[in-house]
C-alpha cells in the first residue's frame, strides 16, 4: 500500500511569499488529517519558536488518519547523538514519527559539512540508532540522493546502508535540487533495490525540471511506498510535487488505493482551502482540482461534451470534488448558453424564442466589451432579465460622486457619494464615505437597502478587479470591472462595462448586490434553509480576512461611516 506524506509545513513553507501562523499550520494539519493523508511533516522543531508551538499545540488536534511527523538532520559532526540539541527537540516534540535527513553526496560532506566521508556514515547511523532508541518511527531523507549518485554511487549507496543498518524504517530518496527526469529516477530504484532488497522506500522529488509528479510516479513503479509532496506543490524555488495531482494520478491511473473515494471527492475543497490559508491564489489549470480543469470553451466542444462527457474530458471531475464549468465566451456556439442555463437550472428547449433573444443579447453585451467568463452572476442576472423573471429590487434616480483633496497639507483625499433611489415605491436619499469612490457608492447603496434587504448586511465584496478593453483610446479606454462578492455560504462574480469606470463600477456593483437579493429569493421559493454550513472545516471570516489582504480595492469601511439624511 502507498502512504502518503505531506510536507506542506515544512518543505511547502519554503516557497516564496508563505509565511504560516501556528494556527495556519494547526488548520492544515486539520484539513490533511480530513483527507486521509498518512503523515503531516509539521516542521522543525528546535529550528524556530513557531514550529515548536505548532508541536504543542498540534498534541490537541486528535488526528484520525494521520501520524504527526518532526523533521530534522543527522547529528552534528564530533558530538554523540544524545547531546545534539536539534535531535533532541524532535524526540521532544513528542510525536511518533521523525524524518531526519543525511548527506548523500560526497561533495556535500566534504564542502558544505566539511568531514570526512567516514564521519558522516557515523552521523547517519548513530542519529537513526538514537531515535529508534526512543521508540520512535524514522524515516530518513537521502537528501541530493540522485546528485550523490551520479556523482560517486558507491558511497551513496554507503549512506542508505548506514540508515538501514541502523534501523531506519524507510529510506526516501530526495531529489533535492529537483533536476532529474523519470528515466533517471528509474535507474536509481533498479540499483538501491538491488542493492538493498529489505528497505522500505519513499521518493521526495522538486519540481525544478517540471518533473516533480512524473519523478513521484516513477519511483511508485520502480517500488517505493512513500511518496512525499506538498498540497498545490508549495515549495522553494520551483515547489515540490504536488500531492493533490499526485494522489488522483496514483488512485485513478495506477490503480493504488489511497484514499477512500469519499476522501477523494473532497480533493478539490482541500486543495483550495489550503490555497486561501497560504494566502495564495489558485492556480485555474492546476490539474484535477484546478478551476478550469474541467472548464469547456469553444462551441462544438461544448456540445461534445454535452453528449458525451469522456470525449474531453479524462476523468469524471466530481470524482476528485471538482465539476465541468461552461464557459460563456466569444466562442459559444447556442449549446454553451444552454448547458450554461442548465448549470444554472434555467430550464428552456433549444429552439425557443427566449434562447434566440439570450444569444442576440450576449452578443450585444460581448461586442460592447462584456465577458462573462467569470462573471456568472452577472450572466445569470441577464438570462433573467431577457426571460422577464427578473423583477429589479430598486430604481436608480441618481447619483454624485464627489472626491476632494484636502487642503491641510496631509495629501488627505476624501471621497463621499449621494445617492437617489426608490424601492418599493419610497425613495431614499443616502450618502455614504468611502476610501474610494466605489467604496463610497458601496456604502451609501448599502445605507439605502438594507433598510429594505436585512440579508444584505451578510454580503461584503472581496475582490475588484478592473481591465482596460481597448487600451489603445488610452485615457478614454473602454474598461471592464469585475467584482466578487460573499455571503457565508457562496461567493459569486458579477461585471460591468463602460468608457467610466465609476459607471462600470456600478454596473458591476448593483449586479453583486441585485444577485444576492435574487439568490436569496429563489431561497426562499425554493423553501430551502440559507443557515446550512459554509465550505466544510474552513472558518470563512478568517479566509475573508486573508483574502482582504490581497484586494485591489479595500472596501472594508465600517458601516456607520454612511449616514441616511433625514428628510
Ligand atoms: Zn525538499
Same mark, same amino acid.
Not at 494522489?247 to 496514483?250: G, V
Given at each position: ?7 506542506t ?21 486539520q ?12 516542521g522543525?522543531p ?7 508551538q ?7 488536534l ?9 523533521f ?5 559532526k564530533?558530538v ?11 524526540v ?9 535527513f ?22 547517519i ?10 521508540r520512535?518511527?524514522?524515516i ?9 549518485f551520479?556523482?560517486n ?10 540508515a ?5 524504517d ?46 513521484a ?12 509532496g506538498?498540497f ?6 520551483c515547489?515540490?510535487a504536488?500531492?493533490?495531482?499526485i494522489?488522483?494520478?496514483?488512485q ?11 476522501q ?8 483550495h ?16 482540482v ?20 469522456a ?14 464549468r ?5 466562442? *459559444?456556439g447556442?449549446s454553451?448558453? $444552454?448547458?450554461?442555463? &442548465?448549470e444554472?437550472? #434555467?430550464?428552456? =428547449?433549444?429552439? /425557443?424564442? !427566449?434562447?434566440h ?6 452578443k ?21 432579465k431577457?426571460l ?9 434616480k ?10 491641510n ?11 437617489k433611489i426608490v424601492v418599493?415605491?419610497k ?6 464615505e468611502?476610501e ?6 458601496d456604502?451609501?447603496?448599502r ?7 436585512? *440579508?444584505?448586511?451578510?454580503?461584503? $465584496?472581496?475582490?475588484? &478587479?478592473?481591465?482596460v #478593453?481597448?487600451? =489603445?483610446?488610452? /485615457?478614454? !479606454? ?8 460573499r ?12 468608457t467610466n469606470?465609476?459607471?462600470?463600477s ?6 453583486a448586490?441585485?444577485y ?6 429563489l431561497?426562499?421559493?425554493?423553501n ?28 472594508s469601511?465600517?458601516?456607520?461611516r ?6
Open positions: 500500500m502507498i502512504k502518503l506524506f505531506d510536507t509545513l515544512r518543505d511547502g513553507a519554503q516557497a516564496e511569499g508563505i509565511s504560516f501562523s501556528t494556527h495556519d499550520k494547526l488548520q492544515i494539519a484539513a490533511l488529517d480530513r483527507l486521509g493523508i498518512h503523515y503531516i511533516e509539521g522543525w528546535g529550528s524556530n519558536p513557531k514550529d515548536n505548532f508541536f504543542k499545540e498540534a498534541r490537541t486528535n488526528l484520525k488518519n494521520a501520524r504527526l511527523v518532526a530534522g538532520s543527522t547529528r552534528r564530533g554523540k547523538a544524545s547531546a545534539d540539541p536539534n535531535l533532541q527537540a524532535i521532544d516534540s513528542k510525536v511518533p514519527v521523525a524524518c531526519i543525511g548527506k548523500s553526496w560526497d561533495m556535500q560532506v566534504t564542502h558544505a559539512l566539511r568531514t570526512t566521508l567516514e564521519e558522516n556514515l557515523a552521523m547511523r548513530e542519529s537513526v540508532a538514537y531515535l529508534k532508541s526512543k520512535m518511527e524514522v530518513y531523507d537521502a537528501e541530493h540522493f540522485f546528485d550523490g551520479r556523482a554511487r558507491p558511497y551513496a549507496l554507503k549512506t542508505l546502508q548506514a538501514l543498518e541502523a534501523g531506519a524507510c529510506l526516501t530518496l530526495c531529489d533535492t535540487n529537483g533536476g532529474s527526469i523519470p528515466s533517471q529516477i528509474m535507474e536509481a530504484m533498479k540499483v538501491v533495490k538491488r542493492v538493498l532488497p529489505k528497505a522500505v522506500w519513499g521518493i521526495h522529488t522538486h519540481n525544478d525540471s517540471g518533473c516533480a509528479v512524473g519523478n510516479l516513477a519511483a511508485v513503479e520502480g517500488g517505493v511506498t512513500l511518496v512525499q506538498t498545490n506543490g508549495l515549495g522553494e524555488r515547489g515540490n504536488d500531492l493533490s495531482v494522489i488522483p494520478d496514483l485513478l491511473k495506477m490503480g493504488h488505493k489511497v484514499l477512500s473515494e469519499a477523494l471527492r473532497s480533493l478539490t475543497e482541500i486543495a482551502s489550503i490555497s486561501e490559508i497560504a494566502n495564495q491564489v489558485p492556480n485555474d489549470r492546476q490539474p484535477y484546478g478551476n478550469s480543469a474541467f472548464a469547456h470553451k469553444g462551441g462544438i466542444h461544448v456540445s461534445a461534451v454535452s453528449r458525451h462527457a470525449t474531453y474530458e479524462h476523468i469524471d471531475p466530481s470524482i476528485v470534488g471538482n465539476q465541468r461552461v464557459l460563456v465566451g466569444e466562442l *459559444s447556442k454553451n448558453v $444552454l448547458l450554461k442555463a &442548465k444554472l437550472k #434555467i430550464d428552456f =428547449a433549444k429552439d /425557443t424564442k !427566449a434562447t433573444q439570450i444569444l442576440e443579447a450576449l450585444k453585451r460581448e461586442a460592447e466589451g462584456y465577458h462573462y467568463e467569470g462573471a456568472e452572476a452577472s450572466f445569470e442576472l441577464l438570462v433573467e431577457e422577464s423573471r427578473y423583477k429589479p429590487s430598486f430604481e436608480l441618481g447619483f454624485r460622486v464627489v472626491v476632494e483633496r484636502k487642503q497639507g496631509k495629501d488627505e483625499i476624501v471621497t463621499e457619494a449621494t445617492l418599493n415605491s425613495e431614499e436619499h443616502t450618502v455614504g468611502g474610494g469612490p466605489v467604496n463610497a457608492l456604502n451609501a447603496l445605507k439605502a437597502l438594507e433598510r429594505f434587504y436585512p *440579508s444584505l448586511s451578510e454580503t461584503s $465584496l472581496v475582490d475588484f &478587479k478592473v481591465r #478593453i481597448n487600451a =489603445a483610446a488610452g /485615457t478614454a !479606454a473602454r474598461v471592464r470591472v469585475l467584482i466578487e462578492s455571503d457565508h455560504k457562496d461567493a459569486w462574480t458579477t461585471t460591468g462595462v463602460s469606470l465609476i459607471q462600470a456600478w454596473l458591476a456593483l448593483v449586479d448586490i441585485e444576492k437579493l435574487f439568490k436569496d429569493s431561497k426562499r421559493s425554493r430551502k434553509s440559507d443557515d446550512g454550513p459554509g465550505p466544510a472545516g474552513m472558518d470563512l471570516d478568517r479566509g475573508l480576512a486573508r483574502f482582504d489582504r490581497y484586494v485591489h480595492i479595500d472596501f469601511v465600517p458601516q456607520d454612511g449616514a441616511v439624511i433625514p428628510h
